[in-house]
T-cell receptor
Framework: GENVEQHPSTLSVQEGDSAVIKCTYS??????FPWYKQELGKGPQLIID?????GEKKDQRIAVTLNKTAKHFSLHITETQPEDSAVYFC????????????FGSGTQLTVLP | DAGVIQSPRHEVTEMGQEVTLRCKPI?????LFWYRQTMMRGLELLIY????????DSGMPEDRFSAKMPNASFSTLKIQPSEPRDSAVYFC???????????FGSGTRLTVV
């Protein structure tokens, strides 16, 4: 089955700096890669996703890049703000019969004012 | 849409008691997932349903856990008897069969004493 590894587990940045979180996946058939943000006491919320036919996608201050050859994808947050502080999860989804996402272990991002 | 609705938000019960967690998926979503989240193990998929039919329950930890989806708008996760190690946050998520992104509920924080 799919295996997703996520790094780093914790990340602290100064407000205004950029943050990068990286994930690798094992199943070359995976074709959909969402990122979720989980704030304290809440469920994970989808913030951006990318499909395997696209190399990069941006939405305001966040962007995701995908390298299918290397089987890794990354989340980039620019001009970080304190409200970006949360746990971020990457995930991978394959098109096989098992329609389920495999999640990374999460990254606790802290944006220091 | 009100999103995925879970109840109760918090549950404290004594060891040995039966616990029932409830979930109402987003209308029109055909897939429903139950996850458990702990610090040690992260997000674990317990079971998922497509069109109310259980597809994969390999993540259900023991026979003490059972899940049902009697119709498209309701699912339950039952633990009987409950044990302290079942203490965790349980999330329900739903998605459409044509899409791949999940929408999570706010979770049920279960404490078994």
């Amino acid at each position: 089955g799919e295996n997703v590894e996520q790094h780093p587990s914790t990340l602290s940045v100064q407000e205004g700096d950029s943050a990068v979180i990286k994930c690798t996946y094992s199943d070359s058939a995976s074709n959909y890669f969402p990122w979720y943000k989980q704030e304290l006491g809440k469920g994970p919320q989808l913030i951006i996703d990318i499909r395997s036919n696209v190399g990069e996608k941006k939405d305001q201050r966040i962007a995701v890049t995908l390298n299918k050859t290397a089987k890794h994808f990354s989340l980039h947050i620019t001009e970080t703000q304190p409200e970006d502080s949360a746990v971020y999860f990457c995930a991978a989804h394959s098109s096989g019969s098992a329609r389920q996402l495999t999640f990374g272990s999460g990254t606790q991002l802290t944006v220091l004012p | 849409d009100a999103g995925v609705i879970q109840s109760p938000r918090h549950e404290v019960t004594e060891m040995g008691q039966e616990v029932t967690l409830r979930c109402k998926p987003i209308s029109g979503h055909n897939s429903l997932f139950w996850y458990r989240q702990t610090m040690m193990r992260g997000l674990e998929l317990l079971i998922y349903f497509n069109n109310n039919v259980p597809i994969d329950d390999s993540g259900m930890p023991e026979d003490r856990f059972s899940a049902k989806m009697p119709n498209a708008s309701f699912s339950t996760l039952k633990i009987q008897p409950s044990e302290p190690r079942d203490s965790a946050v349980y999330f329900c998520a739903s998605s459409s069969l044509t899409g791949a992104g999940y929408t999570f509920g706010s979770g049920t924080r279960l404490t078994v004493v």
